[in-house]
């Protein structure tokens, strides 16, 4: 089981900026993809972004691409998502999770996610 813990939200006007953080403990970090994931108010949870064991390989979902950048430090078990140009329909809260190889399906129970909010 990994235990995660997310940090670095908050309000932004848009085309602000905002650096998401994600703690990961209880497993072997660098042995497992990891991803950011999203859930606007009143819709269902998304993916967002995904990184591999080595951060060589990466994936966005098309609303974010060229826009947001995912990356990890394995030494400190940690991933980050660069959140440039917001706009306000990035408003969502923001979860991170161990990733299934060759999928974008999240592998463990959800945390407490950190709130982002882009004002208009």
């Known amino acids: 089981q990994v235990q995660l813990v997310e940090s670095g939200g908050g309000l932004v006007q848009a085309g602000g900026s905002l650096r998401l953080s994600c703690a990961a403990s209880?497993?072997?970090?660098?042995?497992?993809?990891m991803g950011w994931f999203r859930q606007a108010p009143g819709k269902e949870r998304e993916f967002v972004a995904k990184i591999s064991t080595t951060g060589f390989s990466k994936t966005y979902a098309d609303s974010v691409k060229g826009r947001f950048t995912i990356s990890r430090d394995n030494a400190k078990n940690t991933v980050v998502l660069q959140m440039n140009s917001l706009k306000p329909e990035d408003t969502a809260v923001y979860y991170c999770?161990?990733?299934?190889?060759?999928?974008?399906?999240?592998?463990?129970?959800w945390g407490q996610g950190t709130q982002v909010t882009v004002s208009s």
């Open positions: 209880g497993r072997t970090f660098s042995s497992y993809p």
């Open positions: 999770n161990r990733i299934l190889f060759g999928t974008t399906t999240p592998a463990e129970d």
